[in-house]
């Protein structure tokens, strides 16, 4: 149990749509990343967000934004969805650079 | 883009044997983790590696981070059922924009 948790479980949208995806972390956690991991492979680093600005990003386009509140959660916005963004989303949080710790995800299905 | 290369991709070995899983890049990195995830769930972290050269151990799993920084070994001995799952490998870096970087995953099945 990593007291990482995520809304909501599973959601399906229409292409064009925006969703937007919830984290919340344990206190402390100053850190927050979003991953995108698709059926059979390894999660792709979407970004970091570090005292509630982003801290790098991964290869993916600007219609895939972040925020991080002072209440150590995140939202992760994805504008004009495509069909090859059905994926596991994935949020993960942590103490130091490069200790994170992995919500259970949200299934995004785009129709 | 690829940098972390993970072998074997899949592995369906007995109860009992050993096996070892490889993680390889051109990158350095500045630490390395290894993750593991069942279905539908997120991956749960098994070991951080820093230094070049390090050795982990946890019960039967031993971890390796070669001494370049740019590859590193998962070794399970004796391996059990409940070691069935997908193995990933994420390296670190400080610095560029691509702060982690996943590998391509191994997954494991241990059969009865």
């Known amino acids: 149990e990593t007291g990482v948790t995520q809304s909501p479980t599973h959601l399906i949208k229409t292409r064009g749509q925006q969703v937007t995806l919830r984290c919340s972390s344990q206190?402390?956690?100053?850190?927050v990343s979003w991953y995108q991991q698709a059926l059979g492979q390894g999660p792709q680093f979407i970004f970091q967000y570090y005292r509630e600005e982003e801290n790098g990003r991964g290869n993916f386009p600007p219609r895939f934004s972040g925020l991080q509140f002072p209440n150590y959660s995140s939202e992760l916005n994805v504008n004009a969805l495509e069909l090859d963004d059905s994926a596991l989303y994935l949020c993960?949080?942590?103490?130091?650079?490069?200790?994170?710790?992995f919500g259970p995800g949200t299934r995004l299905t785009v129709t | 883009t690829q940098l972390l290369e993970q072998s074997p991709q899949f592995l369906s070995i007995q109860e009992g044997e050993n096996l070892t899983v490889y993680c390889n890049s051109s990158s350095v990195f500045s630490s390395l983790q290894w993750y593991r995830q069942e279905p539908g769930e997120g991956p749960v972290l098994l070991v951080t590696?820093?230094?070049?050269?390090e050795v982990k151990k946890l019960k039967r799993l031993t971890f390796q981070f070669g001494d370049a920084r740019k590859d590193s070994s998962l070794h399970i001995t004796a391996a059990q059922t409940g070691d069935t799952g997908l193995y990933l490998c994420?390296?670190?870096?400080?610095?560029?924009?691509?702060?982690?970087?996943f590998g391509t995953g191994t997954r494991l099945k241990v059969l009865a």
């Open positions: 206190s402390g956690h100053n850190t």
């Open positions: 994420a390296g670190y870096r400080t610095s560029g924009t691509y702060k982690y970087i």
């Open positions: 590696v820093v230094t070049g050269g």
């Open positions: 993960a949080t942590g103490t130091v650079s490069y200790e994170q710790y």
